[in-house]
C-alpha cells in the first residue's frame, strides 16, 4: 500500500473533531492538579501533620507508575464495583452511563496532582525563608504569608514548568485509547479501522498533537512574559531611570 | 517595658542561650555587642518567636509570655506588638515600597486601606522615600530597602522594633544613610533594641549596652561605661579586637 496524503486528510479531518475531547482529557486534571498540587506542596512545606507525612510516602510511589498504569487500575478498580452493583441489581446499562470519559479524567487528574504537587514544592523553594519571617514579623499568619506573598511570588516562577506539565499531559492522554474512549489518537484511529490506512492516521495524530502543543508552548510563553514584565519590569524601569 | 526571664535555646547539642535576663525601658535604645556566634540574632529571634527559645519568659507591656508553652495566639499577639528589621532587608518582592509598609496593618491587624496608606506614606517621608512610593525593591538600592524595612517596622507603632545587623549587608557609602534614619527614629522615643558592629552608632545613640559572650550577657552598662572602663576580661578582649584605634583616642 503506498502512502497516500489523501487519506491523512480524511484521518485528520475526522480527528479534528475530538480535539475538545483530548482538551478535556488535559486541562480539567492541569486544573485539579493546581489546585490540589499546590495544597499537598504546602502541606508538605509547613509538615502539616498526617498529611506531609503521607505525601511523603505516596507521592514518590505514585509518581513512578506510568500514566497507562493508573489509567488500567483505574478502569478496574471503578468498573468493578460498578459491574457488581450492575449485576446485583440487574441494572444492564449502568456501564453504560459510566461513560469511561470519566474515568479517564479521573486517572489522568490524579497522575496530574502528583506530577504539579512537584512542580509546586520546587518553585515553592524558590522562595527565600526570609520572606516567610517578614511577614511573620509584621504579624502576619502562615496562611496570610502564603495568600499575600509566597504564592504570588510561587506562580510566576511555576509558570514555564506548568506549561510543560500540560504538555505532557496533552501527549500522555492519547493512551485512553487503551481504554477505548475516543479522543484525538483514537479518532484519527477510527478511520484506519475502515481503509487500513494506519500509517496515515498516526500521521494526521500526530500533526493534531504538534499542532495544539505548539499553540500551547505559545500560550504559555506568552503568559509568562507577562508575568515577567510585572515583575522585573521594576529592574527595567531602574535602567530606564539611570539612562535618563 | 519589656523583660526577657531566664531566656535558653539550643540547637541540638549546641546550646546557644544560657539564661539571657534583660530589661528594656520604654523608649531605651539597646545595642547588644558580642562576638560571632555568641547568640546576638538567636536572642532578637526569641524575643519575636523567629525562633521558639526552650525555657524562660517574655514580658511585654502587659502581656506575659512562658516560651515553654507559648500558644500560637499568644505568638501573634507578640508579634504584632513587635517589629523588626533584618540584616539583608527581606521586603517583600511582589509588592512595592507603600505597600509594604501597609501590609502588617491591613492584612495583620485588619486597619481600612485608606488609613493604613496614610500610615504608610508616613513612614515613607520620614525615612527620606517620599519619591519612591510605588518603587518595587527590585528598583531600590540596599539603603534605600533598608529604609523601606525601618517604614514598615516603625508603621507598625509597635512596642519594640528589633535590629538584627541592619547596616551590615550595605556598601560602605549607604550605611549612614540607614543610621541617621535609625538616629531619627530613637529620637522619636521608639524603644529599640540592636544587634550591631556600628560602633560609633553605639556610642552615640545607645542608652544601654550589653555585651553578649557564649550565650550569656557578660556585661551591660552605659555606652560610657562599657566603652571607657569595661570590668570583664572578655569586654576588654573584645572591644580592642574590634577597635584597635579607640583604645588610644579615648
Ligand atoms: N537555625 C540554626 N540551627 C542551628 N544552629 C544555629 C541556628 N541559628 C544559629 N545557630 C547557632 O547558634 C549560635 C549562635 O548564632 P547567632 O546567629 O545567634 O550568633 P550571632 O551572635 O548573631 O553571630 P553573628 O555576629 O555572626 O551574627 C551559632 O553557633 C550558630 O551556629
Ligand atoms: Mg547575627
Redesign the pocket.
Known amino acids: 500500500m503506498v502512502f497516500d496524503f489523501h487519506y491523512v486528510i480524511t484521518s485528520f479531518i475526522t480527528a479534528v473533531h475530538y480535539i475538545p475531547v483530548t482538551l478535556a482529557l488535559s486541562l480539567i486534571p492541569l486544573f485539579i492538579g493546581i489546585v490540589f498540587g499546590t495544597l499537598i506542596a504546602v502541606c508538605r512545606k509547613f509538615r502539616i501533620r498526617f498529611i506531609a507525612p503521607l505525601a511523603d510516602i505516596i507521592i514518590p510511589v505514585v509518581k513512578g507508575i506510568p500514566l497507562v498504569l493508573h489509567l488500567f487500575i483505574m478502569n478496574f478498580l471503578i468498573l468493578k464495583p460498578f459491574d457488581l452493583l450492575a449485576q446485583y441489581y440487574a441494572w444492564a446499562d449502568v456501564i453504560r452511563f459510566m461513560d469511561k470519559v470519566y474515568i479517564a479524567i479521573i486517572a489522568i487528574s490524579i497522575y496530574a496532582v502528583i506530577i504539579i504537587s512537584e512542580t509546586m514544592r520546587s518553585a515553592l523553594m524558590s522562595v527565600s525563608e526570609g520572606q516567610y519571617e517578614a511577614c511573620y514579623s509584621v504579624g502576619l499568619t502562615r496562611w496570610q504569608a502564603l495568600r499575600r506573598v509566597v504564592l504570588p511570588q510561587v506562580f510566576p516562577v511555576a509558570i514555564p514548568v506548568l506549561g510543560n506539565n500540560l504538555i505532557g499531559l496533552i501527549k500522555g492522554s492519547s493512551v485512553v485509547y487503551l481504554i477505548t474512549v475516543v479522543d484525538v489518537m483514537n479518532g484519527a484511529l477510527t478511520t484506519a479501522q475502515i481503509n487500513y490506512r494506519f500509517l496515515e492516521a498516526y500521521i494526521a495524530a500526530a500533526l493534531i498533537y504538534w499542532g495544539i502543543c505548539l499553540l500551547t508552548e505559545r500560550l504559555f510563553a506568552v503568559w509568562e512574559n507577562h508575568m515577567k514584565k510585572y515583575q522585573l519590569g521594576s529592574a527595567k524601569n531602574n535602567l530606564r531611570q539611570e539612562v535618563l | 517595658m519589656i523583660e526577657l526571664k531566664n531566656v535558653h535555646k539550643a540547637?541540638?547539642k549546641?546550646t546557644?542561650l544560657k539564661g539571657i535576663n534583660l530589661k528594656v525601658n520604654k523608649g531605651e535604645v539597646v545595642v547588644i555587642l558580642?562576638?560571632?556566634?555568641?547568640?546576638?540574632?538567636?536572642?532578637l529571634?526569641c524575643i519575636n518567636f523567629l525562633?521558639s527559645a526552650d525555657d524562660g519568659e517574655l514580658i511585654i507591656g502587659d502581656t506575659k509570655v512562658d516560651f515553654k508553652n507559648a500558644t500560637s495566639k499568644e505568638i501573634l499577639a507578640v508579634r504584632r506588638r513587635t517589629a523588626m528589621v533584618f540584616q539583608n532587608y527581606n521586603l517583600f518582592n511582589n509588592m512595592n515600597a507603600i505597600e509594604n509598609v501597609m501590609e502588617g496593618l491591613v492584612t495583620g491587624r485588619k486597619m481600612p486601606i485608606g488609613r493604613a496608606r496614610e500610615i504608610a506614606k508616613q513612614a515613607l517621608d520620614k525615612v527620606g522615600l517620599k519619591d519612591k512610593y510605588e518603587a518595587y525593591p527590585l528598583q531600590l538600592s540596599g539603603g534605600q530597602q533598608q529604609r523601606v524595612g525601618i517604614a514598615r517596622a516603625i508603621a507598625l507603632n509597635p512596642d519594640v522594633i528589633l535590629f538584627?545587623?541592619p547596616t551590615s549587608a550595605l556598601d560602605p557609602e549607604l550605611v549612614g544613610e540607614v543610621l541617621s534614619v535609625m538616629q531619627a527614629v530613637a529620637k522619636e522615643g521608639i524603644t529599640m533594641i540592636v544587634?550591631t558592629?556600628e560602633m560609633s552608632f553605639a556610642m552615640d545613640i545607645a542608652q544601654h549596652i550589653i555585651f553578649?559572650a557564649d550565650?550569656n550577657i557578660v556585661e551591660e552598662g552605659s555606652p560610657k561605661d562599657i566603652f571607657t572602663n569595661p570590668k570583664e576580661k572578655r569586654t576588654k578582649q573584645f572591644l580592642e579586637r574590634i577597635l584597635p584605634r579607640w583604645n588610644y583616642s579615648i
Open positions: 540547637f541540638g549546641n546557644v558580642g562576638p560571632s556566634g555568641s547568640g546576638k540574632t538567636t536572642l529571634r525562633e538584627d545587623e544587634v558592629h553578649m550565650g
